[in-house]
Every structure is written in C-alpha cells, then in structure tokens.
C-alpha cells in the first residue's frame, strides 16, 4: 500500500509540472498577440491617414495659414490708416482705394459751382475728425479750382473797445481774417493757399492767390478835416469782395443762414461823421456793413466790437481724384484721394 501512494504521488507531481509549463506557454503567446495588436493600433495612430504625424503636419500647416491671414489682415489695416492719415482716404465707412493702376477722375474734369465737397482739413479738431463740407466756388483757369466752407468755420471778433485797439483792427482786417483762412490749408493734403471770402480770387501758377492781402493805404479823404490823430491815415476802401459776390449768387451758395465777414473794406464818410468799416454778410444773403470806429466832424470818436463768422476759400490741387459721391448734395459730397 505504502508503494502505490508513494508512485502515485510522484505522477501528480509530474502533472502538476506539467500543467505549470503549459500555463506559461499560453500566456505568453496571449502576450505576444496582445503586443502585435498594440503595435499595429500604435502604428496605425502614429502613421494612418488621421495619424499623430498626419494630424500635426495638417495643425502646422494651419497654423502657417492663420498667420498669412493674419499678416494680410494686419496690411490692410495699416494702409487704411496709412490712408487717413495721409489724406487718401477717409476715416467714413466707405473705402478711398488709390491704387496707383486705378484710374479716378479729377476733380478739376467734373466739379461744377455750387457742387458739394468733403475738405479733409487736416485738423482733427475741426468738423468730422478734420472733414468738412466745402461747395465749389471757382474751376477755371483764371481763378483755377476753388471751395469755399458751405458754413462759417469759426467765429472771428474784429473791433475794440478804444479808439486806439478799434483802428488796428481795422487796418489790418484784412491780413487777420486772411491768415485765419490760411490755417485750413496748411495742413490738408489737397490745398495749396487759403484766404478769407472777399479778398483777391485770382491764382498764380503756382496756385496760391496773387495779392489776396491787396490794400488800398490811405490818407481817407473825408469830407471834412478830422481832428483826430491817425483818422487820415487809416486804409481806404477797396472793391475786391465785388468778384466772389458774383461768384456765390451765381453758385446760389450766397446764403448761410448766419453773418460772415468779407475781406473787404468800406469808407463811409459826410459832412458830420465818417465810418470805417469791414464788409460781411447778413443771414439772408444780403450785404452789410460793421463800423469797427468812426470819427465826428467836432472831433469825438466812437468804437465797436463785432463777431461774424469765418468762410475759407481753398485753392485745391488740380490732381485731386474724386473716389466716391457725384457733388449733388451733402450727403453724396464729392469725396477726394490723391
């Protein structure tokens, strides 16, 4: 009996050996199969069609294209500004291209009297971040392309309180509301000279105004002998406002609603009193007078202080392109680029 347990022991041992081996053997082609499939996932993410390598060549590519994007975008943001700053365009929803292949007209070949204009003054302070509305006043070749402000663009005061102060102003009205006109075409694009309605028109070659400060230097002669100092040696009168009068009723641009100053003087004188005075315009279109001082034939004096209203005349670039509006009204007013 012991024999029999002991040969059957060592056969189970044997099995159990056996069946240990047989175990290890099948995990390990489990393993194998399991590491074959791992491998063909793996090279399938990192090398198929939506693998890592495709999908971070396509994020690469991209990315280069976002950048592109972004560049041109950032190009064309600058020319725009590049633009408005220079005075080619316009900072209004509507775009001012002036590429150099594209053919505008000018001005010069369309404007008619009395049509609108946007004047880019080149002050932001002023208007429409520097735009105004302008009308055309001359295009021709005596007095070349002129616009003058369809409303007064600031308030001017000439006069005084004393005699003394009363008749420097005066004297030098017309070089006073000259320069304040020339400050809106110092720093436009478009302009070559600036002047105040009233005074000379006319043009050089050059486009600036020949003699726009003209004056006719006294003695005033007055019908009657002043015995006031200085009273004879004030500045005549003069006719030059008489040619942007024809000019503006012609246009029917005359009227704004408001009084404005002409760069024009006017003498005034009889047997009691002489007035000395500088020329404007009334509200409805007509002309008047201030009397910034006059004198009495017994010898007193008396003096006055005036605010009116400034209305620019530019002398424009003949180059000037129109790139949008026809010139029929405020609303279409001409647009200009260069």
Known sequence: MKKNLKSKSKYELLSKKTNSKGITLIALIITIIVLLILAGVTINLTLGENGIFRTAEMAGKNYMDAQDRELAGLADFENTINNIIGGTGSSSSTDTPDAPDTNYETLASIAQPGDYVKYDTGIISVGNNGIVTFRVLYNDDT???????????????????????????YNNAIVTLNQKAEYYAESSPYALDGRCVGSVPTIGEDGTFNA??????????????????????MKDADTNYTTD?????????????????????????????????????????????????????AGSTNSGSYVRGLRPCISLKSDIKVVAGDGSSEETAYELGI
């Open 212 to 233: 726009k400060n003209t004056e006719n230097a006294g003695p005033v002669e007055l019908q009657f002998t002043s015995t006031v100092e200085g009273a004879n040696a």
């Open 143 to 169: 007095y070349g392309l002129q616009i003058i402000s369809d409303k007064s663009i600031e308030q001017v005061t000439l006069g005084g309180d004393t005699w003394e102060t009363a008749i420097d102003s």
């Open 245 to 297: 009068d024809t000019a503006m009723r012609a246009a029917n641009i005359m009227t704004t609603g408001e009084y404005y100053w002409l760069a024009s003087r006017f003498v005034d004188s009889d047997s009691s009193n002489c007035y000395f005075r500088v020329r404007g315009v009334y509200t409805r279109g007509s002309l008047y007078y201030d009397s910034l001082c006059y004198v009495r034939s």
